[in-house]
Nanobody, 124 residues
């Protein structure tokens, strides 16, 4: 069973940066995609970014393109989300997710493993 644990959330002013980390424990394969989703109060959970095993395939939500960067270190079984130029609209609980697959996927329903979430609050 794969377990995902996020860290790195916090409070930051608009325009600032944060880096989220997600450490995976358990057996994963070279087909293991990882991603980030977020959920703001009274809103649906939404896709943020995803990455394949090698790191060559990535996808981002339009709302974060050019500001967020997803990366992974397979030696540490960890995926990162570098968030720059943060806006108050980025305030949400951020969740790490993982799945076995062969293609990029942005729908939360296809991800099997989830972390507990980490709060990101951006003040104006």
């Amino acid at each position: 069973q794969v377990q995902l644990v996020e860290s790195g959330g916090g409070l930051v002013q608009a325009g600032g940066s944060l880096r989220l980390s997600c450490a995976a424990s358990g057996r994963t394969s070279s087909n293991y995609y990882m991603g980030w989703f977020r959920q703001a109060p009274e809103r649906e959970r939404e896709f943020v970014a995803t990455i394949n095993w090698s790191g060559r395939l990535k996808d981002y939500a339009d709302s974060v393109k050019g500001r967020f960067t997803i990366s992974r270190d397979n030696a540490k079984n960890t995926v990162y989300l570098q968030m720059n130029s943060l806006k108050p609209d980025d305030t949400a609980v951020y969740y790490c997710a993982g799945r076995e697959g062969s293609t990029i996927a942005t729908m939360s329903s296809v991800y099997r493993h989830w972390g507990q979430g980490t709060q990101v609050t951006v003040s104006s």
